[in-house]
């Protein structure tokens, strides 16, 4: 075998150039360990989220994510309720549509989604604020009753002290139709939005959580030991997702961003003389007034 130094030789170069290694090689190297890191306790991260995580440029992350076969992992598999496809359009709008609001509390979404383990099927249903993202309100039953989604429902009050919104949208849902649950949400003045039927982007707040939530849950259930367990584990994937996990529209938490919002407000307050309630009401009427609520 050809030694080092006859090999530079015979190349016309110094010996020590042989050993040594670009400069790019050895960054992208370092940064695929951190990558691997991050992704190692957020399986559901692409290469944005994994960008802010790491407080890096997500051009550089998708650039060696991509060279070495980085991938987040997703679910590919989607539940269709035929039943409810079958079901007469009930007469709700969808006042979501084109519209953004701009204070929390003000606009919820809610779906359900089905989780299996060991065999045995569970539901979870929840509630969204639409403007900061989180999950205000949720219920887990081994049913897809009306009884789940009122329990999500009545959830949001103990977890917001009691703070009314003004529109819950949801899909057409049979548990979404009944009269139990729609006598609660009117009872209280909350105008009722619908999607349309078999139109699931128009409920694409929740249907993009659950995609991700499922793995943040884990990639297979079964690793969870008893149903007890499974069941801690999705209340603990919830506040995880609340407090932990990064948004790649808020840069930052649901949790983080609600923070950010009210802090931004306090400021406001105390430069205007103004309390929080009323900023946001201010907000919301001029933001009526243009149509964007």
Same mark, same amino acid.
């Given at each position: 075998?050809?030694s080092k130094?006859?090999?530079?030789?015979?190349?016309?170069?110094?010996r020590?150039?042989?050993?040594?290694?670009?400069?790019?090689?050895?960054q992208d190297?370092a940064?695929?360990?951190?990558i691997v890191?991050v992704?190692s306790s957020?399986?559901?991260?692409? @290469? &944005?989220? $994994?960008a802010?995580?790491l407080?890096i440029n997500? +051009? %550089?992350?998708?650039r060696v994510? *991509?060279?070495?076969g980085? +991938?987040a992992?997703k &679910? +590919?598999?989607r539940? &269709?309720k035929? %039943?409810?496809?079958?079901?007469?359009?009930?007469?709700y709008?969808?006042?979501t549509k084109?519209?953004c609001? =701009? /204070?929390?509390?003000?606009t @919820? $979404?809610s !779906?359900f989604?089905?989780?299996r383990?060991?065999?045995?099927f569970?539901?979870?249903?929840?509630?969204?604020?639409? @403007?900061?993202?989180?999950? =205000?309100?949720?219920n /887990?039953?081994?049913r897809h009753?009306?009884d789940?989604?009122?329990?999500?429902f009545?959830?949001?009050?103990?977890?917001?002290?009691f703070?009314?919104?003004?529109? $819950?949208?949801? !899909?057409?849902?049979a548990?979404?139709c009944?009269q139990?649950?729609l006598g &609660? =949400?009117?009872?209280l003045g909350i105008? =009722?939005?619908?999607?349309? +039927?078999?139109s699931?982007?128009?409920?694409?707040y929740?249907?993009s959580?659950y995609?991700n939530?499922k793995t943040?849950?884990?990639?297979?259930?079964e %690793?969870?030991?008893?149903s007890g367990?499974?069941?801690?584990?999705?209340?603990?994937?919830i506040?995880?997702y609340?407090?932990? %996990?990064?948004?790649?529209?808020?840069?930052?938490?649901?949790y983080?961003f609600r923070?950010?919002?009210q802090?931004?407000?306090?400021?406001?307050?105390?430069?205007?003389?103004?309390?929080?309630p009323d900023l946001c009401i201010?907000?919301?009427q001029?933001y009526n *007034?243009y149509?964007w609520?």
């Amino acid at each position: 075998m050809e030694s080092k130094t006859q090999l530079a030789r015979d190349l016309g170069v110094s010996r020590s150039s042989l050993y040594y290694k670009r400069k790019k090689e050895v960054q992208d190297g370092a940064l695929r360990e951190q990558i691997v890191d991050v992704m190692s306790s957020n399986p559901a991260y692409g @290469y &944005r989220r $994994v960008a802010l995580a790491l407080g890096i440029n997500k +051009k %550089r992350t998708q650039r060696v994510m *991509k060279k070495y076969g980085l +991938k987040a992992y997703k &679910r +590919k598999a989607r539940w &269709r309720k035929r %039943r409810d496809e079958r079901r007469k359009e009930m007469p709700y709008p969808n006042l979501t549509k084109n519209r953004c609001p =701009v /204070v929390p509390g003000h606009t @919820y $979404v809610s !779906d359900f989604t089905y989780l299996r383990h060991n065999s045995q099927f569970y539901y979870l249903a929840t509630f969204m604020d639409r @403007y900061t993202r989180e999950i =205000v309100g949720w219920n /887990v039953s081994d049913r897809h009753t009306k009884d789940l989604v009122i329990g999500a429902f009545l959830d949001t009050f103990l977890n917001t002290g009691f703070q009314v919104p003004h529109i $819950v949208h949801s !899909d057409q849902g049979a548990e979404y139709c009944s009269q139990e649950y729609l006598g &609660r =949400v009117e009872g209280l003045g909350i105008k =009722v939005s619908m999607a349309k +039927k078999a139109s699931p982007w128009e409920n694409g707040y929740q249907e993009s959580f659950y995609g991700n939530f499922k793995t943040d849950l884990g990639l297979e259930f079964e %690793r969870y030991p008893t149903s007890g367990a499974f069941v801690e584990g999705i209340h603990h994937t919830i506040n995880y997702y609340n407090s932990e %996990r990064i948004h790649s529209s808020l840069k930052t938490s649901p949790y983080g961003f609600r923070k950010q919002f009210q802090k931004l407000n306090l400021g406001l307050s105390k430069k205007w003389g103004s309390c929080y309630p009323d900023l946001c009401i201010q907000k919301e009427q001029m933001y009526n *007034k243009y149509q964007w609520i």
